[in-house]
């Protein structure tokens, strides 16, 4: 997948400036696709250029003016192309896998303190993940918006990015345990 796919979908919901679309990155993308504000602003240029987004200039009066952005249906049709093309199975580049891989040849103690700060990591981006679920269903329990919702695919996304996460964190805890006990350390030692 390339950016430009995930940014074309980011745009499905409406207009938004290069701020916002980096605004939404961060809420709603992120936990599928990292990309920082520069290369969204790169990259909304490049669709441009291409004809998958239109641009438009929105005067603001006690602010500089800015730039929004819209799919086209060129864009639209591209996305229609991308979804209908075979996905590519996922694969892990981490270099915590790394450390974890040598720990026990190079030593534990580290590494176990990048675990647990891992964990820690996941365990918030979970609780945004599930704060975000919650606005998006509203009143709607789960259920009932996944049946019934107006738009159910960026919830179905946070869905997976919290069981990503969930999975990273008890991962994590369970390795720093394990090399905790070979290292004869605990949790509150590191």
Excluded at 81 to 99: E, H, Q, W, Y
Excluded at 100 to 126: F, H, N, Y
Aim: glycine share 8%; with cysteine; aromatic share 6%.
């Amino acid at each position: 997948m390339a950016l430009r796919h995930a940014v074309l979908a980011a745009l499905l919901d409406g207009e938004y400036s290069g701020y916002q679309l980096a605004k939404a990155f961060d809420i709603s993308v992120a936990n599928f696709w990292h990309a920082s504000p520069q290369q969204l602003y790169a990259e909304l240029a490049r669709l441009e250029a291409d004809g998958l987004v239109a641009g438009r200039e929105v005067v603001q009066e006690s602010r500089p003016n800015k730039r929004v952005f819209r799919v086209t249906d060129t864009g639209r049709a591209e996305l229609e192309r991308f979804a209908g093309a075979a996905s590519k199975p996922s694969s892990i580049r981490d270099d915590l896998l790394v450390k974890v891989q040598s720990a026990d040849r190079i030593g534990t103690a580290p590494v176990i303190g990048q675990l647990l700060e891992r964990a820690a990591a996941a365990e918030a981006k979970i609780e945004t993940l599930r704060a975000l679920l919650r606005d998006m269903r509203g009143e709607l329990d789960e259920e009932e918006f996944l049946l019934r919702g107006e738009r159910i695919g960026g919830y179905l996304t946070c869905l997976r990015g919290v069981a990503f996460e969930e999975g990273h964190r008890d991962w994590c805890l369970r390795t720093a345990d394990v090399l905790g006990k070979r290292e004869g350390t605990t949790r509150a030692e590191v």
